[in-house]
């Protein structure tokens, strides 16, 4: 099993440009999530899926689109690039009961997408 | 919604000394409290995970503490080596999603 894959590794934008991150797990999950990380900020949620066919804001989504292709896979879109959005991106799937009370599961990470908007 | 505050942001200890690591949340419905660790260039991965029903789990060198009076919760690394070097991430759940603290980059020194 591959867990949770990412694409690209790296990638440089000039600001306004857009791209597409992808995102792909073969754990059967239910859930899936997309962070950035920026020095000090710690992992910051952007949107993130709870089963396939739902999607719903993190803290900081704006800016930013998501869509659930199906179970397997997750893309974050960037319509027009910003230096503000220059970060590491990670995805993560989870085998989650989100019905509270229900706690989550463990959530398992793919390797990063670093992004710099210039 | 939830806050978690996470400290030391920094920490330095000499091999073989005791590390620990405390968080706060907010929101008194969180009932999941895992930790991450984090090695340079690598994703987060989970260390060790508690849920509100307990107060302490172990794992070898590792332990975490959840006072849910007090909405806190600790990392407790012992007999710390060089490979335990890395950045920790505590985090609580908000409904199904995970908040997470700021970090901690933690250095241990041979």
């Known amino acids: 099993n591959a867990g949770v894959t990412q694409t690209p590794k790296f990638q440089v934008l000039k600001t306004g440009q857009s791209m597409t991150l992808q995102c792909a797990q073969d754990m059967n999950h239910n859930s899936m999530y997309w962070y950035r990380q920026d020095p000090g900020m710690g992992l910051r949620l952007i949107y993130y899926s709870a089963s396939e066919g739902t999607t719903d804001k993190g803290e900081v989504p704006n800016g930013y689109n998501v869509s659930r292709l199906n179970k397997r896979e997750f893309s974050l879109r960037l319509e027009s690039a910003a230096p503000s959005q220059t970060s590491v991106y990670f995805c993560?799937?989870?085998?989650?009961?989100?019905?509270?009370?229900?706690?989550?599961?463990?959530?398992?990470f793919g390797p990063g997408t670093r992004l710099t908007v210039t | 919604g939830e806050n978690v505050e996470q400290h030391p942001s920094t920490l330095s200890v000499q091999e073989g000394d005791s590390a620990v690591i405390k968080c706060t949340y907010s929101?008194?419905?969180?009932?999941?409290f895992p930790w991450y660790k984090q090695e340079l260039g690598k994703r987060p991965q989970l260390i060790i995970d508690?849920?509100?029903?307990?107060g302490e789990k172990k794992d070898q060198r590792i332990a975490v503490t959840l006072n849910k009076t007090a909405k806190h919760f600790s990392l407790h690394i012992t007999e710390t080596q060089p490979e335990d070097s890395a950045v920790y991430f505590c985090?609580?759940?908000?409904?199904?999603?995970?908040?997470f603290g700021q970090g901690t980059e933690l250095s241990v020194k041979p």
């Open positions: 993560a799937s989870s085998e989650m009961a989100v019905r509270e009370p229900l706690p989550p599961y463990e959530q398992y």
């Open positions: 508690i849920r509100s029903n307990v």
């Open positions: 929101d008194s419905a969180s009932n999941y």
């Open positions: 985090a609580a759940n908000q409904g199904g999603k995970l908040i």
